[in-house]
Every structure is written in C-alpha cells, then in structure tokens.
C-alpha cells in the first residue's frame, strides 16, 4: 500500500520538452536551494525521491542516492535517504541529473519510462520546503548526450544498453551541484500530472518503496597498463593508475593505451583532468582481447574468436565507447558517465589539440548488489578458484535485477535468474533480490498465461515461452530453501495459468506443440540448431520447425508439473497436485511412444535428430529411470553425434547425472568447461564456448551449485532446511572443510582421510550420509560430532 504523501507529492520537469525529440535518451539537471538552521532538534531528514527514468541526487555536491530502482510500470519505486549528515548550516542546494528514456523509441532494454517525464522529491520535515514544485530550477544538460543508435558498432550485436555518451567540458555548469552557482538564467521547472475535475485519472506512477538495499560504490583503482602506443612510457601509465602520478599529453599529439583491472568489474569510471582545451578523450569498454577482424567497425554482427582473453600481443579490444571533449580546458574537470560500465580492459585514446591535457586520476566506483555472501569453502586449488571465479561472475550480473550479462544487455530473463536466485541461496540468508525477481515476472502474466521472458522491460521484447517454466523452478526453488507458505500460495494462480498455456498446446500425439508464431521457443545455443541469418528460427531442433513439436518442450512441461505437483502439497492442494501429476503420467507415455526408438530419445516425433537436451530432461522429468536412465546418460555423454549443451545447460546435466548415480565417476570431466576458460584467462564465466559474445553470464556459475550440495553435500532435506541433509562426497577429495548458510543456522563440514567433522551453529535436525550410511542426527548449537569415515 502506498504512503499518503505519494497522493499529495507533486513531479516536476523542464518546460518545452517534446518527446519525439528525445532519441533516444536526453539528460535534465534540477536544483533547489535552500537554508539550514543547524538546529539540534531534528535527528534527520527523509527525503523521499524518483525519477522518470532515473536520477542521480546530489547535497551540497555529495552522492546520495541513485535510482529509482529498477521495476515496472505498476510498482514505480522511490528511494528515502536521510540528507542531514550532508548539511551544513547556512545556504544548500539539492540538485539532481536525470535520464529520460523515450517512451516511444527503444533506449535501455531493461530501463522503463511512462508516458511523461518525471522527476520528484518528497521531504514531510515542518519549515523546510524542498519538495518538488515550480520553484526548483531546471535545465537540460544539452553538453552530455547519450549516442544514438545510428552511430553503434554493430559488430557487438544490438544496442540493449543506450547508455554511452558524448559529453562536452562546460564551463557553464561547472559546479552546478554546489549552492553558490549562479543558475539565475535556469528556468523554473512545470508541474507533471495535473488532475482533471471530476475524472478518475490516476498518476502513470503508481509508488512503492525501494525494496532492496541500496548498491554500494566502492572505490577501486585499475591495476596497470598493458600496452601504450606514443610518448609516455608504461611505467608511467601503471605509476597514474595506481599512484596519480600526472600524465601530460602534450598538444598536437595522440596517444593510446590499454590499462586493466585485476578481473570483469562493474563499476563507474572516473577521469580528472586539467587544461587541454580542444582535446578528445574515447574510453573505450572492453571484456577482453580476441581476434582482430580486420575493421574496428561494421553495421552487422560478425563471427568473433577468443581463446586467451589476456593475450594482448595476438588480440585487440573490441567495446562499447564513451567521448569526452574538453572544450574549455579549465583547471580542474572531471567525465563520469551516468550509467556504470562493464569492463575488465578500457582503451584509452588521447588526442591533445591547442594545449597540453594534463590526467590526474583514472579511477572507479564499483557497484553490484551487495549480498552477504556467509557460505566459504576451501577444498583443492582448482575448486578454490573456481569458487572464487563463480562468485565474481554471480556479483558482476547481480545489480537492482538479476542480470544476464552486464556488458552487453542487463537483462533479467527468467532461465537465467532461476539459477543465479538458486545460487544465491546457497551462499546467503538474503533473498530480497529473488523475492523480488518473483514478483517482477508475476506481475508480467499476460492474458495467455505467460510471464514475460524477459522482466522488466523498457521495449517489447520477442517472447520466449519454455522460460515461463523456469519460473515454476524459481517458486519451488525458494520452497525448499526458505519454506515460506505465503510466497508459494501468492504465486499458484500465475503457475496454473503458465500450465494451462502449455496444456491448451498438447496435440492429438499428446505432446506439447507449435507456439504462437511471433514468439521464439529458444532452448539453447547450439550449433547444429543454427539457421543462418534468422535468429529466430535458431536455437531449437528442426523437428520443431517441421513438425510443430520439439521432444524438449514436453519435457521441460512434465519437470514443472511435477515442481508445481510439490508446492500444491507443500501449501496443501493436494487434489491440484494430483492432478498435475496425472497430466504429467500422460505426458511420459506420449513421449516414450512417438519419441523414443533405438534406445534413445529423438528431438520430435518421427525425426532422426538427437540432442543432449532431450535425454537429459528424459532422466530429469522420470520419463525413464532405473538402469535404463543410466545406460541413457552414458550414451548421451559419450555420442558425440548427438547435439551437446551449452554452459546454460550444464546445470541440468550435473542433474541427470546425479538422479541416476554416476556424480562420483563423471565429476571430474564434467568440470572441463571451466578448466577451459581458466586456461583462457577468464576472471568470470563466458555466456557459452560456441559464441564469443558474453564473458560473464550467470547461468554459468553452477559450479556454486555443484560445491554446495554435491562435494560438501549441504542441501534441504525438508522445504526450508527443517531438516538438513548433508552428503558430503568425501571420494572427489582428501580432505576439505566448509561453512554453509541455511535458514536453521550456519553448519560446518570438514573431513580427512579418516574422519567426517559436522558443526552447526543452531539446534538442528540433519540426515547425515556416508558412504551408503544415511543416519538422522540431532546437532546441539556449537557442538562438533565426529564421524568415522567407511
């Protein structure tokens, strides 16, 4: 529910603004000045705060508060911050630079804006008037603009983000944050939303408060230079990065270089600077070095190779860029883009024109969600680094959304989040970033039973629809680690709509059929399902294209009734579990009848295609079990002929190998993907082998997974940890120690060659597995068992 002052609060912006100029995104700046007693009376002073698309809110020039985070049109969310800590007796100033993304053309794919522009601030303290209102002073910052999309490098693919920018140096507005600039020719701002007599007209900004924390900015400095090309020498460059050791460029001259940071980092960049009127500086954003392709720029995706991401003698970047002109040349000036950049290499390119530019400080805020992450292992080398390696992937694409990849897109699509939230759980107690991921794509339910792919949203997007599945994974997930009744009950009404969408599809074979024809049934990146030049005919077996059908759909449908089957018995619907489980019998005979000859599992009806995917989910949905699952799993992984999975399905697979026994024997091999892309540099876990595009994406992280549950074996026995189960698989190593967080308290698992060490921080219940030994335990609160080894 809604605060009262959210009736009463009124949005300002800058008058004469027309939308169909904005293309795609323009900059406003906003001012209120203001005095400060000093009384000692008032202990603070909320103020509550929200952007039409996003601000950033400034006090006396300090950094306070960015937002409003992100979500959809029906949950707009405001940020409160307490400014007095920011105050000083005397004259203030509030002040504000906003984003305005279109509403009619596409800017960010993961930013929304409503039909207006808006900007507000609330503030209830009596005597203090800094609320919105056409006394604020505005001004729209034409010197910083976003990049349209007619000048991107289409070699990356399309433009998700639009935040890159070309800004001027001005002396005009130097020091617009601080109270004693002068912003008497700044005009006031006009009211936004005004009510109409006697209609029931409602704010496009229905306001709810942020519900997670904010992101931190955390100060960090790059850690050298890699190459240069001109008149400094490294040396110097690597003394500037980490030193501020001042770099003159002098005029005339163009200088390059690339500098790095230690791994993928997601931060905002900062560069000061002084004098060097007419010089040009390009940032540019990179992942890592890959093959030169001839050209620095296309107006078409190409194919892109890289194997080691830090071979900058063989590779070169290829990024996003940002421009910065100095047009002034003052004494002191600073370029920071609005928006955070992805990056674990940036090339710097200098031209100095009619006067020396002299670099002070390149350096950066990082910013990520700020999780607190309590579950740490140590166990051998290889899996202490890629531990290490999957958190960092996990908190690079992990911001105000779960995120795809932070370089490329930031999006939230529900198959990637399902895995990062399940992730998420297995390091940390917090779950405000997952409850409201669950939310977001709930409120997203369409008229045909779906949630949207991809959620939030700032352009519609293609639809997706196995994805809507991988939700019913998210509620059953959060079941069984939290066991909170309240959410599974909220989220029943949009699971039966999203099986029901696929119910209404089952053909007269019994298996699940043709989607609607302007979605996309994405399964997978694989290269055998690749169509030249149509995207959306990709990444799905042919048989689905010729037959309407795809083996995978239907069961993919069955692994979800039987998760949605669990959670209808967990909150007791016992007759709706029932009845999902019977639609999930029929579904396995159909299957087993049109899609399975010769001892395998084909990729549709009457088709002679085969894939992974389809013996996996044929393991997972119990479509076959027993000696003839495991015989199924071998074949599957030791058939080469058959399509194979990307990183996104690896998860899966570590599934089905568990389900029929073979985790111990396959473990090892099983990790050569990740063994692979430590070989080739990486510092967080690519997209998948076959694509070069993403080199972090949180699908990949399931070695978070796979460490947690399965080599130190820590997982629910009961929704909610009532009861923990720990199966620690003592063969993949000599000797390992470990402490993991459940909703019942932390527990700490350790062995050696002879013996298995359990310690809980809480009363606990747990079933204690060893060797074919399942035993049920009681653990005291800081008490240590000892268990023999067999």
Not at 91 to 117: H, K
Not at 413 to 430: E, N, P
Not at 638 to 656: I, N
Not at 749 to 760: C, G, H, I, Q, R
């Amino acid at each position: 529910m809604a605060p009262n002052w959210t009736q009463s609060a009124q949005w300002i912006w800058a008058p004469g603004y027309h939308e169909e100029d904005n293309q795609p995104g323009r900059y406003f700046l906003f001012r209120k000045r203001f005095n400060w007693p000093g009384t000692d009376d008032i202990k603070e002073i909320p103020v509550h705060v929200s952007a039409d698309s996003r601000y950033r809110l400034f006090v006396n020039g300090q950094r306070v508060s960015f937002g409003p985070c992100k979500s959809y049109m029906e949950r707009w969310h405001f940020e409160t911050v307490d400014i007095l800590p920011y105050l000083v007796k005397g004259e203030n100033v509030l002040s504000a630079r906003v984003l305005r993304y279109s509403s009619i053309t596409a800017g960010s794919s993961s930013i929304l804006s409503t039909e207006l522009p808006g900007f507000l601030l609330h503030c209830e303290i009596e005597g203090l008037s800094l609320s919105t209102d056409t006394t604020w002073k505005c001004l729209e910052e034409y010197t910083r603009q976003i990049i349209p999309h007619s000048e991107w490098n289409y070699i990356l693919g399309p433009p998700f983000l639009s935040n890159n920018e070309r800004t001027t140096e001005s002396s005009q507005l130097t020091g617009w944050e601080s109270s004693d600039f002068d912003d008497s020719a700044w005009k006031n701002a006009v009211l936004q939303f005004r009510p109409v007599k006697m209609l029931p007209i409602q704010s496009p900004w229905k306001l709810a408060p942020r519900p997670i924390p904010e992101l931190p900015e955390v100060h960090g400095r790059f850690d050298g230079a890699v190459k240069c090309q001109g008149t400094v020498a490294k040396e110097h460059w690597t003394s500037f990065l980490k030193e501020d050791r001042v770099v003159e460029i002098p005029s005339g001259q163009t200088i390059t270089v690339d500098i790095e940071s230690e791994s993928l980092t997601t931060a905002f960049v900062i560069l000061q600077c002084s004098g060097g009127k007419g010089s040009t500086v390009t940032l540019l954003y990179s992942e890592c070095y890959e093959k030169d392709l001839g050209v620095e720029v296309a107006p078409f995706p190409m194919p892109r190779s890289k194997s080691n991401r830090a071979d900058s003698s063989k590779g070169r970047l290829y990024g996003m860029k940002d421009i910065y002109t100095v047009a002034d040349g003052q004494s002191e000036h600073t370029f920071e883009p609005f928006w955070f950049r992805a990056f674990r290499y940036i090339q710097v390119q200098i031209t100095a024109a009619e006067e020396p530019l002299f670099l002070k400080s390149l350096t950066f805020r990082e910013t990520f969600y700020p999780l607190d992450v309590l579950t740490d292992v140590q166990a051998n080398t290889e899996l202490n680094e890629i531990w290490k390696i999957s958190l960092r992937t996990l908190q690079n694409c992990r911001h105000e959304t779960y995120e795809d990849c932070p370089f490329y897109e930031q999006n939230q699509f529900a198959s990637d989040s399902r895995l990062q939230m399940l992730f998420t759980y297995q390091i940390s107690s917090d779950d405000k970033l997952a409850r409201k991921t669950l939310q977001e794509f709930h409120a997203s339910q369409g008229p045909d039973g779906l949630i949207k792919a991809q959620f939030p949203a700032g352009f519609r997007s293609k639809q997706i629809p196995q994805f809507s599945l991988y939700w019913i994974a998210m509620v059953y997930d959060h079941m069984n680690y939290f066991a909170d009744v309240s959410v599974a009950r909220r989220y029943l009404a949009t699971v039966d709509g999203i099986l029901n969408h696929f119910d209404e599809r089952i053909t007269n074979l019994g298996l699940v059929g043709r989607f609607d024809e302007d979605t996309w049934p994405f399964i997978d990146w694989v290269p055998e399902w690749f169509v030249p030049g149509k995207i959306f005919e990709s990444c799905m077996p042919r048989a689905y294209t010729n037959t309407g059908m795809a083996t995978f759909n239907t069961l993919l449908y069955i692994v979800a009734l039987m998760q949605a089957a669990e959670v209808c018995n967990f909150v007791g619907r016992r007759d709706t579990a029932a009845e999902y489980s019977a639609r999930a019998d029929d579904l396995r005979k159909a299957v087993n009848k049109h899609c399975f000859e010769k001892g395998i599992y084909t990729d549709g009806p009457s088709t002679q295609e085969y894939s992974q995917h389809s013996q996996i989910f044929a393991i997972l949905s119990e479509t076959v079990s027993g000696n003839s699952a495991r015989d199924l799993m071998l074949r599957a992984l030791e058939d080469k002929t058959l399509a194979q999975c990307s990183y996104s399905m690896q998860f899966y697979l570590f599934r089905a190998v568990e389900k029929v026994g073979l985790y111990n024997k396959l473990f090892p091999s099983l990790m050569a993907p990740w063994r692979q892309m430590i070989e080739d540099n990486l510092t967080t876990w690519a997209e998948h082998a076959n694509n070069a595009r993403s080199d972090c994406h949180g699908w990949s992280a399931s070695p978070v997974h796979e460490i947690v549950t399965q080599v130190f074996g820590v997982s629910p026995a009961q929704p909610g940890f009532k009861r923990v189960r720990i199966a620690p698989r003592m063969e993949l190593l000599d000797s390992a120690r470990g402490k993991f967080v459940t909703p019942s308290g932390d527990v700490s698992v350790a062995w050696t060659k002879e013996t298995l060490e359990v310690k809980a921080s809480a009363d606990l219940e747990a079933e204690v597995v060893i060797g074919e030994s399942v035993s049920v335990q009681h653990f005291e609160s800081g008490k240590q068992v000892v268990f023999a080894r067999k």
